[in-house]
């Protein structure tokens, strides 16, 4: 437990939120595959304590893996495989597009979605890091901003990037402009070595056919797709009173609004925009779950394994 | 309805800013940062927001309140039928005849009342007619009700009168009566020699709107007059007896010098006649013999060879021995020497007015001593209770005046009655001789006695040492003249009843002040005598109109009231010189005497005989000879529109559009409403904020 003595895993593990964490584990452990060590299965075979099947030798096969007890029962030469328990990589990606930083109210105490995806972030560095997966932290808007590669011992430089990210509001090094998924998730994608469990938050101001395009970009290098959607309550409801300018946080574009004769076709938009999205994901093999900010964090972890593990006994 | 400002209907176009407000919304300051508009850019833009108007009320409300604000920048008013000015129906028709003395010029009085006539005769069945005479007054002799028949007996009975001309009287009394009319035309006729003295413009006489105002101009022609304009009387006292020399002024009018006979009267007999020309216009001063002065008030007349105004060829005036002013010295039962020397010495100085003075010790002191006396100083004696205090107390309600001189009395013990109404509470006595003596330091040289000291090198009384004097605490509703250097009142007055009640605070001799020693001692005794003995001096002649106050002159009831001034119950005549008589007293509240009649009206007592009564010389307004024609038409635009409306030329019974917006002030009311519909909807769009707000 080294990282919650360190102050930057103080900031964003609450102790509450690790303790009803915690109390799912064993259910967690049974149903998510890579988010607890030995939950999630090996994505290759190789040796272990294990024993998983015996398989005819082939030309090749070591023939030290030969089971010579059942060859002396059954005069054949039979391999044995054991089922091995490795560890995964989980890397965790932030949008930290100019959009992100929507929701921050000090009167209320609601954070922004940035806030809010940087806890989630370092929610799951530390479980994946408990169970001794290599974790790593890229954060993106329209380029990778800033890349943490997976290693069981990143956990505090991922903590530290977050914290910064959360403290600045975004990394410096962001580029404006209209963020898109398709290039950063690319590079990514090409920079994992191995197959990682990729958990993507984000709040998908995109078109859902864009998203998916980069989501089977690397879902297609093999690897297996968290995807995290935030939302602050008010970009769900559109709460807003009299009439107003409004201005895109991403391209300073502006626009008068008289939020109550948008509001109905506003959330028809929003409603059709999450079902479309959530229909393509899951179409593609991928996890997907929408989390409003103004719910408390540890709840909206519990509700994401909760679906996950439905999800994943329907599969 | 018509507007004053039409071009104003162009901020009409300020209602596009609501409904612009309404449709497009404003853009407010603030900016609302929203993470994208990907979703808002997808909604149809025009359909949604610039089409549909929110709070349909509020807009209204505000369209409304710029309408009207807009209407009332126009100046709306409705244009209405003048009454008045109506061709047909019944007629109120006024007629205003001129009476003054300047209409006895050359038989103007007598075409007058022909023009008056001819207006009579004129009249329909269902016209209504007042006829108004007026001089310096205008007065009703028939009521609207009357028949022509009465109107013209009216007309006839009137009689040129003596006093001068003014039409603001008579204009105001025709508006009165046309304002109080129900006939849908209204006229006035003014019949007179329109003589611009009597004009003076009053812009807040204005008739009813559509008014006809027809003057009748009986002056117009260069009238040239000769004029007795003045008498003066010089006196000489140089022999056995007072001799008067009498000088007239007489004053042409006319551009041609002017040959007249001049000719002084006394008592009903010429004294002296002498024949002068007058220059044109211009003046002439003709001295006539000294004659002696009557032994008692007598008739003087000065009259010229009569022209074409004969009122002023006559000058009336009255010839009267002067009247002393009777003066009571009341001194302390042993005086100190020479006690009242230096005041009764000082007032017997002189002649303008005399003072006859007479010294007595209040131990000898009766209520008869009062009577006839016009002041009465207590020179450091306490006033006189019981009847003689009483007395004196009449006297002075009957307007005589006391002057109290304290001294060294001790004013405790005197009556709670006279303390009550003195006008200073008297304290103890202030001795300055140790610093040389005090000095009059604040004077009002604007109180009568000290007006005469006001020009420069008029009287000097930083000289006066006041060296004793007592402190005086004025009482509430006295007046302070002058003080002391060191700020205590030296001489306090108050009116008390009809006289005047006064404390001078040193003494009248030089025990307390050298004051008697200086020259200004004579001039200010005199002046203090003739302002607490109300004095005025007496007037030869009085002016037609004028109003006689009995009370302010005794000179002229003096012998008839036999010198109780206070005896306010002797009922006096007068008889005017047409033989109406009137009945007044001297005092109290019926001692005004309108003066109309030119010649010599009589005052005497209920048991005097006709004739032997005191002369009371009444002439014609000096200003009457002035015959300078006025524009008659200068009086009507006056009185039919208000000063600068109206134009000469003008149609007269057609109000302009000023005029009529003016009177009715309808936009007034309209930005009234205007104002109301912003409160309303302030109040009604904070509502729908707050609402939607919340």
């Given amino acids: 437990m080294t990282a919650v003595a360190s102050p930057a895993a103080n900031t964003f593990l609450d102790p509450a939120v690790l ?71 989980l890397t965790v990606i932030l949008d930290v597009s100019p959009s992100m930083r929507y929701g921050a109210n000090a009167e209320t105490g609601r954070l922004s979605k940035l806030t809010y995806g940087c806890f989630l972030a370092a929610c799951l560095a530390y479980f994946s890091n408990l169970q001794r997966d290599r974790v790593g932290l890229a954060t993106i808007d329209t380029d990778v901003v800033d890349f943490v590669p997976p290693s069981a011992k990143h956990l505090q430089h991922i903590l530290h990037v977050l914290d910064r990210v959360e403290r600045t509001g975004r990394d410096a090094k962001s580029a404006p402009g209209k963020s898109t998924l398709m290039e950063p998730l690319k590079k990514l994608s090409d920079s994992l070595k191995r197959r990682s469990l990729v958990a993507l938050i984000s709040d998908f101001y995109e078109d859902p056919e864009e998203i998916l395009r980069a989501l089977v970009h690397t879902r297609g290098r093999g690897n297996e797709m968290i995807v995290f959607h935030l939302l602050d309550p008010r970009e769900i409801d559109f709460s807003f009173g009299d009439a107003t300018n409004f201005i895109d946080m991403e391209t300073g574009e502006k626009m008068p609004v008289i939020p109550e004769y948008l509001r109905e076709q506003y959330k028809e938009l929003v409603k059709v925009h999450t079902a479309d999205l959530s229909k393509r994901i899951i179409g593609a093999r991928a996890d997907y779950a929408m989390f409003d900010t103004s719910k408390p964090l540890d709840s909206a972890l519990f509700a994401f394994l909760a679906a996950r593990q439905r999800f994943n006994r329907v599969r | 309805m018509n507007f004053l400002a039409p071009a104003f209907f162009a901020g009409l176009l300020a209602i596009a800013i609501p409904v612009a407000i309404h449709l497009i919304n ?39 309140a710029l309408a009207l604000l807009v209407l009332a920048f126009a100046r709306p008013f409705f244009e209405r039928k003048h009454v008045g000015i109506s061709a047909t129906g019944a007629r109120e028709v006024v007629i205003l005849l001129d009476r003054s003395a300047s209409m006895g010029y050359a038989g103007r009085f007598k075409k007058a009342q022909d023009a008056a006539k001819k207006v009579v005769s004129g009249l329909g069945q269902s016209d209504r007619a007042t006829l108004v005479l007026f001089s310096t007054d205008a007065s009703v002799a028939t009521e609207p009700m009357a028949t022509p028949g009465r109107v013209n007996a009216a007309i006839s009975a009137a009689k040129l009168g003596s006093e001068a001309t003014r039409y603001a009287p008579a204009l105001k009394l025709a508006s009165q009566i046309l304002s109080a ?30 008014t006809t105002v027809t003057p009748i101009d009986l002056g117009g022609a260069v ?57 044109a216009s211009g003046t002439k001063q003709v001295a006539f013999t000294s004659i002696a002065v009557p032994s008692g008030a007598t008739k003087g007349v000065v009259r010229i060879t009569p022209d074409s105004l004969t009122q002023d060829d006559v000058l009336n005036f009255t010839v009267a021995p002067d009247e002393a002013v009777p003066v009571l010295i009341v001194e302390p039962a042993s005086p100190r020497p020479n006690q009242s020397l230096y005041l009764t010495r000082a007032l017997e100085i002189g002649d303008r007015p005399r003072f006859r003075v007479d010294e007595k010790g209040v131990d000898a002191l009766t209520p ?10 207590l020179d450091e004696v306490a006033p006189p209770t019981g009847a003689v205090g ?157 109003v006689l106050d009995l009370s302010r002159h005794g000179e002229l009831t003096a012998q008839f009231t036999g010198g109780k001034a206070a005896d306010t119950a002797t009922t006096l005549i007068v008889e005017a010189p047409s033989g109406a008589r009137e009945r007044v007293s001297a005092t109290g509240t019926n001692h005004l005497v309108t003066l109309h009649e030119q010649g010599f009206y009589e005052l005497r007592g209920q048991n005097t005989a006709a004739g032997s009564g005191r002369p ?39 109000a302009t559009p000023q005029d009529q917006e003016r009177r009715q002030r309808v936009w007034w009311y309209l930005l009234l409403g205007a104002l109301l519909l912003m409160g309303v909807e302030t109040a009604l769009s904070n509502r729908l904020s707050k609402a939607a707000a919340t």
Wanted: some cysteine; charged content about 25%; proline content about 6%.
């Fill in chain 2, 368 to 377: 008869r001593d009062f009577d006839g006396r016009a002041l009465v100083v």
């Fill in chain 2, 390 to 546: 009483a007395r004196l107390r009449v006297m002075l309600d009957g307007g005589a005046g006391v002057l109290i001189v304290p001294g060294s009395e001790r004013t405790e013990t005197w009556s709670s009655d006279w303390r009550a109404i003195m006008p200073a509470t008297i304290g103890a006595s202030v001795d300055r001789s140790g610093d040389a003596g005090g000095t009059l330091s604040s004077v009002d040289y604007a109180h009568p006695i000290f007006e005469l000291f006001n020009a420069p090198r008029s009287g000097d009384f930083s000289t006066a040492r006041f060296f004793r004097y007592r402190t005086l605490a004025p009482a509430v509703g006295s007046v302070t003249p002058a003080r002391f250097d060191d700020g205590s009142p030296a001489i306090v007055e108050k009116t008390v009843g009809s006289g005047k009640l006064v404390v001078w605070a040193s003494s009248f001799d030089n025990s307390w002040t050298n004051l008697p020693l200086q020259p200004v001692f004579l001039p200010f005794v005199h002046q203090l005598g003739k302002h607490v003995g109300r004095y005025a001096d007496p007037r030869p002649s009085f002016i037609a109109g004028e």
């Fill in chain 1, 19 to 89: 303790g009803k964490i915690g109390n799912l584990e064993l259910l967690a452990r049974s149903v998510v595959e890579g988010f607890i060590n030995g939950l999630h299965r090996s994505p290759s075979l190789g040796a272990s304590t294990d024993f998983a099947q015996h398989r005819l030798y082939m030309p090749g096969d070591d023939i030290r893996r030969i089971d010579w007890r059942l060859y002396a029962r059954s005069d054949k030469y039979f391999i044995k495989e054991y089922e091995a328990e490795t560890n995964t990589n």
């Fill in chain 2, 181 to 210: 009319s129900t006939q849908p035309r209204r006229e006035v006729v003014l019949i007179s020699d329109f003589q611009k003295v009597g004009w003076a413009n009053h812009n807040e006489i204005v008739f009813p709107l559509g």
């Fill in chain 2, 616 to 654: 009371i010389a009444v002439n014609v307004d000096p200003a009457e000879s002035d015959l300078s024609h006025l524009d008659p038409q200068d009086v009507v635009l006056a009185v039919t529109a208000s000063s600068g409306q109206r134009q000469p030329g003008m149609d007269l019974n057609t």
């Fill in chain 2, 223 to 279: 009238a040239a007059d000769v004029a007795v304009s003045a008498v003066t009387t010089d006196r000489d006292s140089t022999g056995d007896r007072d001799r008067v020399t009498v000088a007239a002024r007489l004053v042409n009018t006319g551009s041609a010098p002017k040959p007249v006979d001049a000719t002084l009267a006394i008592g009903g007999r010429d004294v002296n006649t002498q024949r002068v020309v007058v220059p």
């Fill in chain 2, 26 to 64: 404003r853009e407010r300051k603030v900016v609302v940062e929203f993470p994208s508009l990907m979703f808002l850019q997808k909604i149809p833009y025009r359909s949604v927001r610039r089409q549909k108007i929110r709070h349909l009320l509020l807009l209204l409300l505000r369209c409304l």
